[in-house]
């Protein structure tokens, strides 16, 4: 039930492309979805987040899909740069006692090529 | 303005040791998270804090590890005695409480000989 089912793993992408990656949950419950991003020897920093109101948001390159539904949503990263390299997380939470407490996916590591 | 700083930033240890990691949260947040990561079990959150109380430490591995937040401005997460399969990087963060934004520390790496 608390599960984040992350995919793919690695993802290769060129300059210029469009880099996407999956997530799916469990749990109904959940009402804040977010993205973080890590560079090798950082801490995870919040990228962009989504609560199931809306099914989209955009910021900048980055843009959240959201369907509600289908439990899933997926991150979508336009004109990748080489800067984007990095380890990118989805993760899922919920209100009440559990408010402010993160289940994190396994992460995927995106390689941009220049 | 000063980020979430942990400390050390690096630590090898022998097993059977006593580890000690150390972090001081953004002031003016009232949660605090400890989390472990490693490349099989990915990011796994151990403990998390509001206004100084354990409010979840389900994620805490065994009672080797044990998690104190004395004030609001420290805590720590102390592992006694180490194996080498602690070995992993310990990221601590913070946050306001009326939003779920977390902000991460540094890490730090622990090698466990």
């Known amino acids: 039930q608390q599960q984040v089912k992350q995919s793919p793993q690695s993802l290769i992408v060129q300059k210029g492309g469009i880099s996407i990656i999956n997530c799916a949950y469990e749990?109904?419950?959940?009402?804040?979805f977010p993205w973080y991003q890590q560079f090798p020897g950082k801490g995870p920093a919040l990228l962009i987040a989504i609560r199931p109101d809306v099914s989209e948001k955009k910021e900048g390159r980055f843009t959240i899909s959201f369907n509600k539904s289908a439990k899933q949503f997926s991150l979508h990263i336009m004109d990748s740069q080489p800067g984007d390299s990095a380890t990118y997380f989805c993760?899922?939470?919920?209100?009440?006692?559990?408010?402010?407490?993160?289940?994190f996916g396994q992460g995927t590591i995106l390689t941009v090529h220049p | 303005d000063a980020g979430v700083i942990q400390s050390p930033r690096h630590e090898v240890t022998e097993m059977g040791q006593e580890v000690t990691l150390r972090c001081k949260p953004i002031?003016?947040?009232?949660?605090l998270f400890w989390y472990r990561q490693t490349m099989m079990r990915g990011l796994e959150l151990l403990i998390y804090f509001n206004n100084n109380v354990p409010i979840d430490d389900s994620g805490m591995p065994e009672d080797r590890f044990s998690a104190k937040m004395p004030n609001a401005s420290f805590s720590t997460l102390k592992i006694q005695p180490s194996e080498p399969r602690d070995s992993a990087v310990y990221f601590c963060?913070?946050?306001?409480?009326?939003?779920?934004?977390?902000?991460f520390g540094p890490g730090t790496r622990l090698t466990v000989l």
């Open positions: 963060a913070s946050s306001t409480g009326t939003t779920r934004e977390q902000f």
């Open positions: 993760a899922a939470s919920r209100g009440g006692t559990s408010y402010g407490k993160l289940t």
């Open positions: 002031s003016g947040h009232n949660s």
């Open positions: 749990n109904t419950a959940f009402d804040y």
